[in-house]
């Protein structure tokens, strides 16, 4: 497990967010990205999850909702990675698959397109 502290993973977090390009953020409606300990439920390894109605999926009367959430699991992170190089990398991939969710994108796309 990688010793990390909250304000480190934190900044991890941000620097991938960061490195998503801006014309995509732009796109990015009604959505919240937060850093939670631990996921709910039984998997304990699940290091992100999106919850929400993806861009696709909202029709035209959606509105007034409580934002979407991105959440970034930061223990079941650290327990996976080797260090903390690996940690910003894989934070960086589970920002960009998450957010590829809130496009409407699911896994088995992802997959194919080398996210997976």
Known sequence: MVEMTREEFEKAVEDAIDAVPGELLDLIDNCVIL???????DDKDLLGLY???ALTERGDLWGGELPDRI??????????CEDEDDVR???????????AHHF????????ALGWG
């Open 35 to 41: 850093i939670e300990d631990e996921p709910e439920g």
């Open 51 to 53: 919850d929400g109605v």
């Open 104 to 111: 409407g994108i699911d896994d088995e796309r992802l997959h």
């Open 89 to 99: 990398d894989e934070v960086a991939i589970t920002v960009v698959h998450e957010i």
């Open 71 to 80: 959440l970034i699991y930061m223990n079941p992170t650290l327990r996976m």
